[in-house]
């Protein structure tokens, strides 16, 4: 997924707002990594509004000092993140909160969510 969308953002590096399945959610596993949205909001520095699911699956490691630094991502900007209904992975709490700890952003918001009417992947727990 990283790769798709990173192509995306190289053909619109003014982007702004990147809306994907807003009112529904994606009821699957997948999504972009951490990692991947860094590199995003690397690419897209006017990014502003984003919505799509987190994939934290195997991201375990603790982002290194200075990865900011090395993407280029040092001025604080105000990012509003809707995750959908992304399910971090218990093994992954550590890593996912120090890297939200380590954005270029000055303010996260979050809204995760679940409902009844979406039809859980196989072998996901909630």
């Known amino acids: 997924m990283d790769s798709e969308l990173l192509a995306l953002a190289l053909a ?11 009112s529904w959610g994606w ?10 949205l860094l590199q995003l909001l690397q690419k897209c ?7 799509l699911a987190i994939d934290t699956r195997g991201y ?4 290194p000092s200075g990865l900011l630094a090395s ?9 509003y993140l809707d995750v959908l209904d ?4 218990a093994e992954s709490v550590p890593a996912v909160a120090a890297f939200l700890g ?3 952003c000055s303010t996260f918001s979050f809204t995760a969510w679940a409902s009844e009417n ?3 992947p196989l072998g996901w727990e909630v």
């Open 12 to 22: 619109w590096p003014h982007l702004e707002d990147l809306l994907i399945n807003l």
């Open 27 to 36: 009821s699957t596993l997948g999504g972009i990594t951490p990692n991947g």
């Open 45 to 51: 520095p006017s990014l502003a509004w984003i919505t």
């Open 60 to 63: 375990t490691e603790l982002p």
């Open 71 to 79: 993407l280029g991502l040092t001025s604080p900007r105000t990012i």
């Open 86 to 89: 992304s399910v971090i992975q």
């Open 102 to 104: 380590c954005t270029p």
């Open 118 to 120: 979406f039809i859980k």
